[in-house]
DNA sequence: GCAGGAGCTGACCGATCGGTCAAGTACCGT
DNA sequence: ACGGTACTTGACCGATCGGTCAGCTCCTGC
């Protein structure tokens, strides 16, 4: 047993270099990232990188894995939820995993339609995808696409490139998680003024 | 003058790439298309793309120029008009914008924080910023800038990422233009059942 | 003390990147 | 027929890409 018992464990390359791919590709873009990149934001060599991850594909799943995941789980319990608070639940399933995962889920909705060929980035894209049927099927089919397609898009679009609209020091989650439960809430959830037919339950 | 007036003009070369590059751009990524790939895309060599536009980036600005001047025309549109309707005629303007220059628009406001470095994308990005905060100073801030940014950002995911959603062939321009409409204007206009930003409790 | 494995690195590889250049082709007014 | 201009191309350039490999340093179990 060692002396001293050190509160923090040591950091770990990999932990780093993996901390390091998530930015770099949520904010410069998968393929527009190297390796080279990757391993200097990091402070390591670039050899290090294919050390511990054996391609740039396989860094990839390792940064976005568990948001995608998690992201599935979202998708199983909404096809296995009751009709009748699906929705509800869904928002708040969505926005939990916008603002916990929020660079990963950048990667995998706005980079996802140019990136199908890399298996997993496929994956994620078949979730949205069954999402988006599942959501779309309960109803007019044209507009309950678009809004979804508005919400996931938007709500991703504005988490990590919403930086760009203002110099004030970003909102904190909590802030961010409650306008963003409203928002996506009017867009998603049947409301009062919308929709002649209030259907809440069929 | 020629004897004989062809109706249809004889294509150009130019416009071809240009068109070729506009669609890589969109659906690949700027930063991930390669010159051979445009170039391969309209059946010219490689060396004929640099010789009508003269590098990657005078392509670019080529493909999406046009969409920039005409968004930055929104711009000052709404910045001069009346403040009794500004919102009404900006969100039929983004609209039209969205749809007649989706591909361009996919590439500047969603690629655009990733490509900042470009001279023409931070034209773009200066116009998208001064556009938000415009829209943000009139009411409350963070609220306003939560629903531009998905506004925005997810009619641009939608309009090209849509066709992820759906294997029919995509709708009419008229039907996304009048879906669109509505949303949009929901996330923007001040609907009669909204304006308290008391954030609902989780 | 020491063997051995994990961690890490620089040198190197073939392929491809954006870009340059000279030569070839096609078409024009004269 | 001819000179010139616009167009198009393949060969080529240095830089960088993702990836391989031999060898270095450290730490640990024995």
Chains 1, 2 share one sequence.
Do not use: C, W
């Amino acid at each position: 047993m060692p002396p001293e018992t050190p509160v923090s464990l040591r950091v770990r390359a990999s932990d780093e270099l993996r901390q390091a791919a998530l930015e770099q590709f949520a904010t410069v873009g998968f393929a527009a990232t190297s390796l080279q990149q990757v391993a200097d934001h990091a402070g390591y060599a670039k050899s290090n990188v294919l050390y511990h991850y054996g391609s740039k594909e396989a860094l990839l799943e390792a940064a976005i894995g568990p948001a995608i995941n998690e992201f599935e789980a979202v998708l199983e319990q909404y096809l296995a939820g009751p009709a009748s608070d699906r929705r509800t639940a869904l928002v708040g399933s969505v926005v939990d995993l916008l603002i916990d995962h929020r660079l990963a889920v950048h990667i995998f909705i706005l980079q996802g339609p140019s990136l199908s060929e890399v298996p997993i980035i496929g994956r994620a894209n078949a979730a949205v995808r069954r999402l988006a049927e599942a959501v779309g099927r309960e109803r007019e089919s044209l507009d309950e696409h678009i809004r979804f397609g508005i919400a996931l898009g938007g709500a991703a679009y504005l988490l990590t490139a919403g930086r760009l609209f203002t110099d004030d020091e970003p909102p904190s989650d909590d802030e961010l998680r409650g306008v963003l439960h409203q928002v996506l809430g009017e867009l998603l959830l049947p409301a009062a003024g919308r929709t002649s037919t209030t259907t809440t339950t069929d």
